[in-house]
């Protein structure tokens, strides 16, 4: 179990969503981050460098984005729909953009289609947990 | 002139928005999210840390928006409006209801009172890049 | 097999250390940064928060520090060992501290408990990469 | 008078140093992420992108080194000499670091020039910050 689980079971309060849910968006969020923190120094090391500046600047923002949020929803204390819930759709609009530029440079680079995996289950993790808000 | 400033004086291609407008959102995020992170340590502070719990957490949230957004606003490169535009509003919004909670506790804490200041700043300066984006 | 390996591999020049001990130290410090921000929450909604504010603030610079720290190491391309040895050696550090605080709060609080773990991990790792690196 | 300056003005409790150079030094570690995140990007627009790679690289560990010191920095409750000493020394030398490397392309370009003077003001400030902590 990871420690996201584990410590929404021993969370003192009770939840407003779906312990489950989120924390499946807590690791897609944090894998999400990694990737693409690893993607863009993957991207550094490529020999077509220049023809991989919009991918190298789309990680760098979803990563700043998903780990941000990670943050945010991780707080469960004094919860607050009015700066939750436009962040998780903003950011699911992170996730996709970054996800459509890896999936250009996935067939020439193994990293950017793994990152484009990543990005894509980012998104779906955002779309869910604001589905479970409701 | 701002570190900010300068380096957008520097920047080696044109923009998508008015470079003044931009260094200035730039500063009032990063006094925003400095802070949020001083008040929320400022109420860890004080006697009546139990009643400060909800401006703890959204100054937290609002401090990790503000910064994510201070390197998403930096990166002119290959700007992207889907993935800016949304992340702007919303984080006017949490912006907005970080300086809201603090303004409840002007009174008592001055701390409170000049994040107040600085949130209303930054929600203001997130609109601003918005309209100026258009 | 988790993104942080599966990015190792598809890495596009050679590394300076095991890509076995780098995946295994992301991944700690990724989950010890996720412990510390939803043990400082736990924390905050608590009866006894009064108590609690030492083990809220180590928490906070736990988090803050390990994130950072996976953003160093994950970045392989021109890797260079004045940045990365110093700063491995003071987030130990950081990892030991905020590990000893939330031990002191394991037998009265189950998530203080878990983090102390999840500390112990990242600190184990930090000092297992740093011997890696010799 | 920046926020910064202002919220250590009301601070509910006493410092373990002299506010002044704490409130220089936080300002310095702002001015040094923003410039680090900035200098990235420029880097990525440059004709000789190839060429930067180290710069962006470092760059970028600088950015995000500063901006978690000013979260621990900033917090001044409960302060833990083991915690903040071993950070400020290996932060200096991340600073160093970037504002070598910036410095080498400081002739062909202005935004790396203004980059290596946010560096050795943040290396300073982590150094004069160490000796008032003495």
């Known amino acids: 179990m990871s ?3 584990q410590l929404l079971d021993a969370y003192p309060r009770t939840f407003n969503v779906d312990a489950g849910v989120l924390a499946a968006t807590i690791d897609a969020l944090n894998d999400c981050a990694q990737a693409c923190t690893a993607d863009a120094d993957d991207d550094l090391s490529e020999q077509n460098v ?12 979803c990563a700043d984005v998903c780990q941000a949020m990670v943050g945010v929803i991780s ?3 004094e919860y607050d729909a009015n700066v939750t819930r436009p ?3 903003a ?3 992170t996730c996709k953009s970054c996800g459509d530029e890896c999936d250009r440079h996935a067939m020439m680079h193994e990293h950017c289609r793994i990152t484009a995996q990543a990005c894509r289950r980012g998104e779906q993790a955002f779309r869910e947990l604001l589905a479970a808000m409701k």
């Open 3 to 5: 420690y996201g689980m």
């Open 50 to 61: 220049a023809e991989m500046v919009k991918c190298i600047r789309l990680c760098m923002d």
């Open 75 to 77: 707080r469960q204390t």
């Open 87 to 89: 962040l998780l759709e």
């Open 91 to 93: 950011c699911a609009s």
